[in-house]
C-alpha cells in the first residue's frame, strides 16, 4: 500500500480547488486594508466578541430548512460560486459545538440551543448516507448527496467523523435532561450507531476515506500517517456496533510506528511524521485543531505520541515561522501569525512554512488558543484593534495578505467553526470536558492504549 502516493490529498479540502471560483476572487483582490480605525477591548470583551461573532455564523447563517452549516458564506449572507443549498456535514459539526458556546456564553439559551439541534439531528436522520456515513457536502432543502469531486459522490469518512464528534458532545450535554432532551440523545446514539466504520477497511489494516455507490472505491484514499484524521481513528475504535480492531489503527494510522518522528523544526520537537505528505516538515495548522475541538490533547498519549506536546509544538512553529518571516512577507510577525488550508490570493490554497504565499488566515491563531494563549491574544488584539476593516458580521474573514493588499468578505465553515470552539476550550475546557465524557470514547481509547484525563 502506498500512502504517500495515495495520501497526498490530505492537506485537507485541497479538491476544493475544483469549486472555488478563482476569477471571482480576482475581482476583491485589491479591496484596501484600512489600519486607520482604532478599537479598545479588554481581552475576555474581545474572546466574547469574537466568539460571538464566528458563533453567528452556525446560527443567524445557518441554511434555514435543515439548520446546517452553510459551506461558505459572503459578508452579507450571499452563497458565492456554489450551489445556494450547500451544506457541510464537517463542518455542521464544528457548529453544532459552536452553539454549545453560544449557550455558556448567553447568546442564545439552552432551549433555542435545543429547538435547533432537533431540526438538525431530523434532517441528517433523513440526509443520505453511505453504509452509516454521511457525505462531504447534502442539498440543505433536501438532503440529497451533492458531490465535491466527480468521483466524490457518497461517504465521507473523515467529515463524517468531524460531525459525529459534533452530536456525541451535543447529547453528552443533554444526556441527563428532560424526556424531550433524553429522545434527541437517543437518536444521536442511534446515528451514532449506524456509521459501519469496520466497512470503510475493506478488510484491510487501514481505513478509506470515500466511497461512492457510483465509483465504489476509485477515489482509493487510504488515511495512514499524521494528519486531521486521528479522531476518524478514534470513533472507528469506539464504535460499540461497528469497531475497527485495534491492527488497523496501529498498521494503518502508525504505520507500524513509522509515525513516529524524531525531527526538528525551528527548534520544536515534530513528535510525528508529516513528511509523508509531500515531504513537508510541517502540516497547515488545522492538523492541530479538526480532531481536537472534542478530543482533549492535554494529558492524551499512546505509544506514539504525547498529543499535546504534538499539537502546541505545530502552533509555535507556526509562530516562529512568522516571526522569522524568512521571505520577508509584509506583515507577518508575532501579532500576525497562522498558516493553513483557506482561500488564497488565486483560488484556495494550503498555506504551511514550506508552502507559503504571504496569506495569513486568522483561524490558524485564533483556533491555536488553548497551545498559544499569548501569541494567540496578540494575533486577536491585532486584528480588532488595527484592521477591523478585515472583520464583518461572522467575525475574522477567512485570509487576507498585507503582502498583496488583498483580503476577500467571505467566510467557510470549517474555518469559523474551530475559533469559538477552540477559544472556549481555552477559557472553560467545556468541549472537551462533554467530549471526554463519553463512555463509547473513552472506551475506544482504552482500545488503542490511550492515556487520556478522564472526566465523570
Known amino acids: ?41 479588554s481581552d475576555n470583551a474581545l474572546l466574547d466578541k469574537v466568539q460571538q461573532q464566528t458563533f453567528n455564523y ?47 456564553r448567553g447568546f442564545i439559551t439552552k432551549e433555542q440551543a435545543f429547538n435547533r439541534f432537533v431540526k438538525m439531528v431530523d434532517f441528517l436522520e433523513k440526509a443520505d448516507r453511505f453504509h452509516g456515513a454521511w457525505p462531504h457536502w447534502l442539498d440543505g432543502q433536501t438532503g440529497k448527496v451533492m458531490p465535491f469531486s466527480k468521483k466524490d459522490n457518497g461517504g465521507d ?71 486531521e484524521a486521528l479522531i476518524m481513528y478514534v470513533l472507528a475504535a469506539s464504535s460499540p456496533t461497528h469497531p475497527i480492531k485495534p491492527s488497523v489503527y496501529h498498521k494503518g494510522w502508525a504505520r507500524d510506528g513509522e ?19 509531500d515531504k513537508s516538515p510541517v502540516g497547515p495548522l488545522f492538523w492541530a485543531h479538526y480532531s481536537y475541538v472534542g478530543l482533549n490533547p492535554n494529558g492524551l498519549s499512546d505509544q506514539y505520541a504525547d498529543y499535546w506536546k504534538l499539537v502546541q509544538n505545530q502552533a509555535k512553529i507556526h509562530y516562529k515561522y512568522a516571526v522569522d518571516n524568512p521571505k520577508n ?14 482561500y488564497s490570493v488565486n483560488g484556495y490554497k494550503s498555506h504551511r512554512p514550506d508552502n507559503d504565499f504571504g496569506v495569513i488566515a486568522p483561524t490558524a491563531a485564533l483556533a ?9 491574544m496578540q494575533m486577536l488584539k491585532k486584528l480588532y484593534k488595527d484592521h477591523d476593516s478585515l472583520i464583518g458580521k461572522y467575525g475574522p474573514y477567512d485570509a487576507f ?56
Open 1 to 41: 500500500m502506498n500512502f504517500l502516493n495515495n495520501n497526498k490529498l490530505l492537506f485537507i479540502v485541497p479538491i476544493l480547488l475544483l469549486f472555488f471560483n478563482c476569477n471571482s476572487s480576482k475581482k476583491e483582490q485589491h479591496i484596501k486594508v484600512d489600519a486607520t480605525k482604532k478599537k479598545q477591548y
Open 58 to 104: 452556525f446560527w443567524d447563517g445557518a441554511e434555514p430548512t435543515s439548520g446546517l452549516a452553510r459551506e461558505r458564506l459572503h459578508m452579507d449572507n450571499i452563497y458565492p460560486t456554489s450551489p445556494k443549498y450547500t451544506v457541510t456535514t464537517g463542518g455542521t459539526g464544528f457548529g453544532m459545538m459552536a452553539i454549545l458556546v453560544g449557550v455558556k
Open 157 to 227: 469518512l473523515v467529515e463524517t467523523s468531524f460531525l459525529v464528534q459534533g452530536m456525541l458532545t451535543v447529547a453528552e450535554y443533554f444526556k441527563n435532561g428532560n424526556e424531550a432532551e433524553q429522545k434527541l440523545v437517543l437518536k444521536i446514539d442511534k446515528l451514532w450507531k449506524e456509521v459501519e466504520w469496520d466497512w470503510y477497511t475493506k478488510g484491510e489494516d487501514v481505513l478509506y476515506w470515500h466511497w461512492s455507490p457510483e465509483f465504489g472505491w476509485d477515489m482509493n484514499f487510504p488515511v495512514g500517517g499524521y494528519n
Open 259 to 277: 509515525i513516529i518522528s524524531k525531527e526538528k523544526f525551528y527548534g520544536e520537537d515534530l513528535v510525528l511524521d508529516y513528511y509523508e505528505h
Open 329 to 342: 512577507f509584509k506583515g507577518y510577525g508575532d501579532s500576525l501569525w497562522g498558516l493553513t488550508s483557506s
Open 368 to 376: 491555536s488558543f488553548p497551545y498559544t494563549p499569548k501569541e494567540s
Open 401 to 456: 495578505s498585507l503582502e498583496y493588499n488583498w483580503y476577500l468578505p467571505r467566510y467557510l465553515a470549517i474555518d469559523q467553526g474551530p475559533i469559538p470552539v477552540m477559544i472556549e476550550n481555552y477559557r472553560s475546557g467545556m468541549l472537551w470536558d462533554f467530549f471526554m465524557k463519553n463512555t463509547d470514547v473513552q472506551s475506544g481509547l482504552d482500545k488503542l492504549g490511550f492515556k487520556y484525563i478522564k472526566t465523570d
